[in-house]
């Protein structure tokens, strides 16, 4: 079954420290992956995706993502935090076996200490 | 800007109620999605089309029904509120499912 997972929670992060949120996927065939950003009580926001080409993507507000197809992750970065990062931050893989649904980790909570 | 709208960021309604969550498009979108967002369980996707008067369940479709008479607007219903149905709503809409979605602001619900 195609999945995609996000093993923490929460991430707390200094400002200006660099932050790493995590994600791992399962799919057949290749993957076309997606960073998502939720602020409080607001829909999520698109950041980058990968679908094909250079392994790193680079996307909205700074942020770029890491595409590793041997640890089959796509880890998103960003060199220096900034207490406006704060937010629910949402992996997504293409789910090939649903029509090509869109289907979404369970959200990291990313908190920026000031 | 292209936008996704939904009509209402807040909502409460009594047990019992039927409901109706609209959600806009102006972007020539063919797919509509409608999600519910609840802590710890991310988003769940409740129904979806994918084209005009077009409908399909997703993972958790009980006590909700939907609409697509025009292309550019799906709306959720709830039949008769419960409780349980007090979440976070999320609409979307994409061209090509693998290019991503655009999401509405979301409108919460509360039932009382």
């Known amino acids: 079954a195609q999945s995609v997972a996000q093993p923490e929670d929460q991430v707390n992060v200094a400002e200006g420290n660099p932050l790493t949120v995590k994600c791992t996927y399962s799919?057949?065939?290749?993957?076309?992956l997606f960073w998502y950003v939720q602020y409080p009580n607001r829909g999520l926001q698109f950041l980058l995706k990968?679908?094909?080409?250079?392994?790193l993507v680079k996307g909205s507000y700074g942020f770029e993502a890491e595409f590793n197809k041997s640890q089959t992750s796509f880890h998103l970065k960003k060199p220096s935090a900034l207490v406006s990062d704060s937010a629910l931050y949402f992996c997504?893989?293409?789910?090939?076996?649903?029509?090509?649904?869109?289907?979404f980790g369970k959200g990291t909570r990313l908190h920026i200490l000031p | 800007d292209v936008k996704v709208t939904q009509s209402s960021r807040y909502l409460v309604k009594r047990t019992g109620e039927k409901v109706f969550l609209e959600c806009v498009q102006d972007?020539?979108?063919?797919?509509m999605f409608w999600y519910r967002q609840d802590p710890g369980l991310g988003l769940r996707l409740i129904y979806f089309?994918?084209?005009?008067?077009?409908?399909e369940k997703g993972d958790i479709p009980e006590g909700y029904s939907v609409s697509r008479e025009k292309k550019e607007r799906f709306s959720l219903i709830l039949e008769s509120a419960s409780t349980n149905q007090t979440s976070m709503y999320l609409c979307?809409?994409?061209?090509?499912?693998?290019?991503?979605?655009?999401f509405g602001s979301g409108t919460r619900l509360t039932v009382v």
């Open positions: 089309s994918y084209d005009v008067k077009m409908k």
């Open positions: 997504a893989v293409r789910d090939m076996n649903r029509d090509d649904k869109i289907i």
């Open positions: 990968y679908i094909t080409g250079d392994n």
């Open positions: 972007m020539d979108h063919e797919n």
């Open positions: 799919v057949s065939g290749n993957p076309y």
């Open positions: 979307a809409s994409s061209f090509r499912q693998a290019y991503g979605y655009t």
